[in-house]
């Protein structure tokens, strides 16, 4: 089993959709948390970290359960250019590590 | 503003070849980090760095070398190429290991061994 669990999708929604991407960890000594996004043949590059206390910038709000050990993110208004791929990382001692990422597929 | 910049970005080796993949920094990071991402299995730690003169194992070290002998270099080596180490390497950096501090990928080496 991973250590960082995602669905890999993909996800297909239209345009103006709301989805959401859920993450789980299994080890309690992971420090923090992070969602990246990847796009096609692309590097990862950070979408946003997530907050104990939940954070929100624009379109997208990250949520985090440490009890569950569990992360989320939440896309509001999908557009085109979201397609792509989501990674959710947690940082462990001084290591970063990934999940497998979802896939999202916005279509017109 | 370079960023972090990975050489080669293509290559072909037979196997039992070896070949070094090169990652230069130039935001004075201190973590550097070696990946390698395959379908269906992610982003995978290879090797990793806390700072000029450090390595350490990470998930899948075997098979691959590493040196920082400069802090704004991190140098991958595969001794002697195997076909199940085709993939695609990523190097990252960041001023922290993670945290709340953003790291930076290269654009990839994709790595083809016959």
């Known amino acids: 089993r991973k250590e960082v669990e995602q669905d890999p999708g993909p996800f297909n929604v239209p345009e103006g959709a709301t989805v959401a991407f859920n993450c789980t960890y299994s080890?309690?000594?992971?420090?923090?948390f992070f969602w990246y996004r990847q796009d096609c043949r692309k590097e990862p590059k950070l979408l946003m970290s997530?907050?104990?206390s939940g954070n929100e910038d624009g379109r997208f709000t990250a949520q985090l359960n440490r009890a569950s050990q569990y992360i989320s993110l939440l896309i509001r208004d999908s557009k085109l250019s979201d397609s792509a791929t989501y990674l959710c990382?947690?940082?462990?001692?001084?290591?970063?590590?990934f999940g497998t990422g979802t896939r999202l597929q916005v279509f017109p | 503003n370079a960023g972090v910049t990975q050489t080669p970005k293509f290559r072909v080796l037979k196997t039992g070849q070896s070949m070094t993949l090169l990652c230069a920094q130039d935001?004075?990071?201190?973590?550097m980090y070696w990946y390698r991402q395959d379908p269906g299995m992610g982003l995978r730690l290879i090797h990793y760095?806390?700072?000029?003169?450090?390595?350490a194992k990470g998930e899948v070290p075997d098979g691959y070398n590493v040196s920082r002998l400069k802090k704004q270099n991190f140098l991958l080596g595969l001794e002697s190429a195997a076909p199940s180490q085709t993939s695609v390497y990523f190097c990252?950096?960041?001023?922290?290991?993670?945290?709340?501090?953003?790291?930076?990928f290269g654009q990839g080496t994709r790595l083809t061994v016959v």
């Open positions: 935001m004075n990071h201190e973590y």
């Open positions: 760095s806390v700072g000029e003169g450090t390595t």
């Open positions: 080890n309690s000594a992971s420090q923090s």
């Open positions: 997530v907050y104990s």
């Open positions: 990252a950096s960041s001023q922290q290991p993670g945290g709340f501090t953003e790291a930076f």
């Open positions: 990382v947690v940082k462990r001692d001084d290591k970063l590590i």
